[in-house]
């Protein structure tokens, strides 16, 4: 298992929490999202998945990753 | 019809947006939000709704209306 905190941009508020936290799930990861810090801490088992795919996933929900 | 322009407080972003309009909508209202302006525009036909059931809708998706 591997967590990572990345520094994510746009997210305002609850729904935001719930569509980045629903997305990163739905790989079969965990999210976790600070809206007051911006950040969201993703845990992953990195033999089945990859930061990167977790990283577009909450992209594709219209935020931007910043690193 | 009548058309009334709402101060409503806590909308940031397009889920708060679709989640108003929404409920708006399921009263049988129309609703136009906003965002940078903090307004939520209804149209109703008041024989058929109140202006208070509408403000009540918007409260319960967790928004304060202002006036
Ligand atoms: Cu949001
Ligand atoms: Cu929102």
Chains 1, 2 share one sequence.
């Not at 929490?17 to 990163?24: F, K, L, P, T, Y």
Request: one cysteine or more; aromatic letters at 2%.
């Amino acid at each position: 298992m591997q967590s990572v905190t990345l520094k994510v941009q746009g997210m305002s508020c609850n729904h935001c929490v719930n569509s980045i936290e629903g997305a990163v799930k739905q790989l079969g990861a965990n999210a976790k999202v600070d809206l007051s810090a911006g950040t969201v801490t993703v845990e992953f088992n990195e033999s089945n998945i990859t930061l990167d795919s977790i990283k577009e996933a909450i992209e594709e929900q219209g935020y931007d990753v910043i690193n």
